[in-house]
């Protein structure tokens, strides 16, 4: 089957990807990659000796199906109560696609990226439960991935009671360890180590991102809406969230 994704509109970018939500299947979407981002151009401007590399390290598609691949190898099924689940390619009328888990929220909106929510609502306390509870995860499995980035994970909202109330925060990209941290079969302890250094980077990146909030100018294009083809980008505005939300850092 083919999927007709040209009359769709996607509904985020990446740097490299456009993301859709998978026709017929609203709890799923498909990764496609940008055609001015594809492996053959990506290998093209790369200087020896990196141009020498295998053209799959330049598919993030098939970088990701391959890291979900060993983690359910290497990983109790729980690990997935904070990472999004990969299901494999699918064909597209814009390629070869990546599909995957849909994060969506209570309400049935698509969850959007902590990046967002924290420009949105601030540092709130259930954001920051909801961060504890997601490192806690990552150093309790030593889950090996690279930085964890905020617009990689994204902030589910389960309580129509309270729509801005995190549930949960999912990783939605960048699994897989770099350097000693990819050695298949590390001691738990060494596994720990290497997840608790990208923990501890995750922190870092919130407080830079409050930080900036006060600029009045959202930081980066990543992970943001799209709406009609054009990515969403939030207006400047005069003063950060609620400063009784956001932490003096």
Avoid at 45 to 62: I, M
Avoid at 66 to 92: C, N, W
Avoid at 192 to 202: D, G, I, T, W
């Amino acid at each position: 089957m083919i999927y007709t994704l040209q009359s769709e509109q996607a509904f985020s970018s990446g740097g490299n990807r456009l993301c859709y939500v998978l026709p017929g299947q609203p709890e799923r979407c498909v990764k496609v990659l940008k055609r001015e981002r594809a492996p053959e151009i990506r290998r093209a401007e790369k200087s020896f000796p990196k141009n020498l590399r295998a053209l799959s390290t330049f598919d993030e598609n098939w970088q990701e199906w391959k890291e979900f691949q060993l983690m359910q190898k290497r990983f109790p099924d729980a690990i997935f109560a904070h990472i999004s689940r990969v299901y494999g390619f699918v064909e597209t009328d814009l390629g070869s696609g990546l599909c995957s888990e849909l994060i969506r929220n209570h309400d049935g909106s698509v969850a959007m990226s902590l990046q967002l929510y924290l420009w949105e609502n601030g540092y709130t306390e259930s954001c920051r439960a909801a961060v504890k509870t997601l490192a806690d995860h990552w150093l309790k499995y030593g889950i090996p991935s690279r930085d964890l980035l905020v617009h990689n994970i994204v902030a589910q909202c389960l309580n129509p009671a309270v729509p801005n109330e995190v549930s949960r925060l999912v990783v939605i990209d960048g699994l897989g360890g770099t350097g000693l941290a990819a050695i298949p079969f590390l001691p738990l302890c060494a596994k720990r180590y290497f997840a608790s250094r990208k923990v501890e980077n995750l922190h870092q990146r919130i407080d830079y991102f409050l930080q900036h909030i006060k600029s009045g100018e959202y930081l980066g294009f990543n992970g943001l809406p799209m709406k009609d083809g054009v990515t969403q980008v939030p207006e400047k505005r005069s003063a950060g969230p609620d400063q009784k939300q956001t932490p003096q850092v």
